[in-house]
């Protein structure tokens, strides 16, 4: 009898030790496959944090009715548009989503149609407000912001130049406008008056910087926005900025031509968009009471 129990006790201590070393073996194939679900689940963290901090745009082509044949015609790269496009209209009928949404980087330097916005942001001069029409005899005069961009700046570095932003996929127009309205001036959209200066339509931006292998190719949509007083006081530039200045509209037109490199827009095609955006701005400005 004690011989069986020392059997029994053998097998129950075999029996007890095994369950202890599959326990055991459990518990560390358990702990493995966390620790691997947490390298995996961090490593993909790290990728979607790399890849949301990259900002991705959509790309899209503009395609229109080609005389010579009946069927559509999609531009939608640098080399399918001819050289000499830049302030080519564009119907917003013609522009279509490609859904492909690609980093900022990758469309630049493909050179591949996407979209974005430019704001002529204007207020009353100052002297304006203080005589009356009646004094002056003539409406008040309007004044523009010029944005400064930093020296930091990849591309055009220490020129002047407007709000601008690209739009982010699926997002509309006006949307864009009130983000870049928010993200470059601190300025809430929803608050102010925005007017769309090219109903129906979009502008088409082309213009290469081959020192940085870009190109852009941006169908560009021009919005003005009138401030009031209070609202022009609550201007906060971002970090993109470097100065900002209210300019008379008549003024501004002539920075256009001015030959120092410290007041110029950043090349001629930049400048041909901004003479075109102070031209609607001039003579489409809502009148100011």
Same mark, same amino acid.
């Given at each position: 009898?004690?011989?069986?129990?020392?059997?029994?006790?053998?097998?129950?201590?075999?029996?007890?030790?095994?369950?202890?070393?599959?326990?055991?073996? +459990?518990?560390?194939? #358990?702990?493995?496959?966390?620790?691997?679900?947490?390298?995996?689940?961090?490593?993909?963290?790290?990728?979607?944090?790399?890849?949301?901090?990259?900002?991705?745009?959509?790309?899209?082509?503009?395609?229109?009715?080609?005389?010579?044949?009946?069927?559509?015609?999609?531009?939608?790269?640098?080399?399918?548009?001819? /050289? =000499? /496009?830049? $302030?080519?209209?564009?119907?917003?009928?013609?522009?279509?989503?490609? &859904?492909?949404?690609?980093?900022?980087?990758?469309? =630049?330097?493909?050179?591949?149609?996407?979209?974005?916005?430019?704001?002529?942001?204007?207020?009353?001069?100052?002297?304006?407000?203080?005589? /009356?029409?009646?004094?002056?005899?003539?409406?008040?005069?309007?004044?523009?912001?010029?944005?400064?961009?930093?020296?930091?700046?990849?591309?055009?570095?220490?020129? $002047?130049?407007?709000?601008?932003?690209?739009?982010?996929?699926?997002? &509309?127009?006006?949307?864009?406008?009130?983000?870049?309205?928010?993200?470059?001036?601190?300025?809430?959209?929803?608050?102010?008056?925005?007017?769309?200066?090219?109903?129906?339509?979009?502008?088409?931006?082309?213009?290469?910087?081959?020192?940085?292998?870009?190109?852009?190719?941006?169908?560009?949509?021009?919005? !003005?926005? =009138?401030?009031?007083? &209070?609202?022009?006081?609550?201007?906060?530039?971002?970090?993109?900025? +470097?100065?900002?200045?209210?300019?008379? !509209?008549?003024? +501004?037109?002539?920075?256009?031509?001015?030959?120092?490199?410290? &007041?110029?827009?950043?090349?001629?095609?930049?400048?041909? !968009? +901004?003479?075109?955006?102070?031209? !609607?701005?001039?003579?489409? #400005?809502?009148?100011?009471?």
């Amino acid at each position: 009898g004690g011989k069986k129990m020392n059997i029994n006790t053998k097998n129950t201590q075999f029996e007890m030790s095994s369950r202890r070393t599959s326990i055991s073996c +459990a518990l560390c194939s #358990a702990v493995m496959a966390i620790l691997y679900f947490l390298s995996r689940s961090s490593s993909n963290i790290t990728e979607n944090v790399v890849a949301g901090s990259a900002h991705t745009i959509e790309r899209f082509a503009y395609c229109r009715a080609d005389s010579s044949n009946p069927e559509k015609r999609c531009l939608s790269e640098w080399g399918d548009f001819p /050289s =000499h /496009s830049n $302030l080519l209209g564009i119907p917003d009928s013609g522009l279509r989503s490609l &859904d492909q949404v690609l980093s900022i980087d990758t469309i =630049h330097s493909s050179g591949l149609l996407h979209r974005g916005i430019w704001i002529a942001v204007v207020r009353t001069a100052v002297k304006s407000r203080l005589r /009356s029409r009646s004094e002056s005899g003539s409406g008040p005069e309007r004044e523009i912001l010029l944005l400064r961009r930093t020296m930091a700046m990849k591309t055009c570095p220490g020129a $002047l130049g407007f709000v601008g932003e690209h739009s982010s996929p699926s997002e &509309d127009w006006m949307d864009t406008a009130k983000r870049g309205l928010s993200e470059e001036l601190g300025l809430l959209g929803n608050e102010l008056s925005i007017t769309d200066m090219t109903p129906g339509s979009s502008v088409l931006v082309q213009t290469s910087y081959p020192e940085f292998r870009r190109r852009e190719l941006q169908a560009t949509k021009i919005f !003005l926005v =009138h401030l009031e007083a &209070d609202q022009a006081r609550r201007i906060k530039g971002d970090d993109e900025i +470097a100065e900002m200045f209210w300019s008379p !509209l008549r003024d +501004a037109l002539a920075l256009i031509e001015n030959s120092k490199p410290n &007041d110029r827009f950043c090349n001629e095609e930049l400048s041909d !968009l +901004a003479e075109l955006v102070l031209e !609607l701005a001039e003579s489409g #400005a809502p009148e100011v009471p």
